[in-house]
């Protein structure tokens, strides 16, 4: 799953006490914390508050890709970033997804991807029916 989002106003709102005491995060990044630390608060706080549904039922998900320099994007230039979540269903057919994310992370962009794979001999065609 695809989800991407304005981290430049996440950022901000994270680094509000305010916002956390109205309810509107889930946690607050203090100023002097490393890079480092602010990223990995940041996955567990999505690990956290995603809920991920396929037919139903709960998915256990892990985050694939997740931006490397906050900082950058704490800028208003460069504020849009996405990170790639990877869950896996023991369903063989979907006919429902839903997802929950966070309620710091405002309106986000999502894109849901199921992958077809196939092994293909040499000088073959791949074809894929959807």
Sequence with gaps: MFVNTDFSHWL???H??????LGDTELVLQAGQTEQVK???????????????????LLSC??????AQLTQLHKGH??????????????KQLSAVS???????????TSLVQPKQQLIGTGKKAEFKL
């Design 99 to 109: 997802l929950v994310l966070p309620k710091s992370l405002g309106r986000v962009y």
């Design 62 to 67: 892990q985050l694939n890709q997740f931006p």
């Design 16 to 21: 509000n006490n305010e916002a956390w005491l």
């Design 78 to 91: 460069h504020s849009r970033a996405y990170f790639r979540l990877g869950c896996v269903s023991p369903h």
């Design 12 to 14: 901000n709102l994270l």
């Design 39 to 57: 990223r990995k608060q940041l996955k567990e706080l999505v690990l956290t508050h995603t809920k991920v549904q396929a037919n139903g039922a």
